[in-house]
């Protein structure tokens, strides 16, 4: 992620693999501290779905935390 610093404008999204073509659901749109945060308090199952996208780059979640 080229953009890293806590106030930058992302979206947080959830892409669900199971519905047909997959289906991405905006969870938030904010700082990327606050992204963060709601991320972390989703259920396990719901973050490895999780990504979250700047102007210029998107990562998984996971990716992003180290895990």
Do not use: C, K, W
């Amino acid at each position: 992620m080229r953009t890293t610093y806590d106030g930058a404008t992302v979206r947080l999204y959830h892409l669900d693999g199971d519905v047909e073509g997959g289906a991405a659901s905006t969870l938030f749109y904010g700082p990327l501290a606050q992204a963060l945060d709601l991320a972390a308090q989703q259920p396990v199952e719901v973050q490895d779905g999780l990504f979250i996208a700047t102007d210029n780059d998107v990562v998984a979640y996971l990716d992003l935390i180290g895990e």
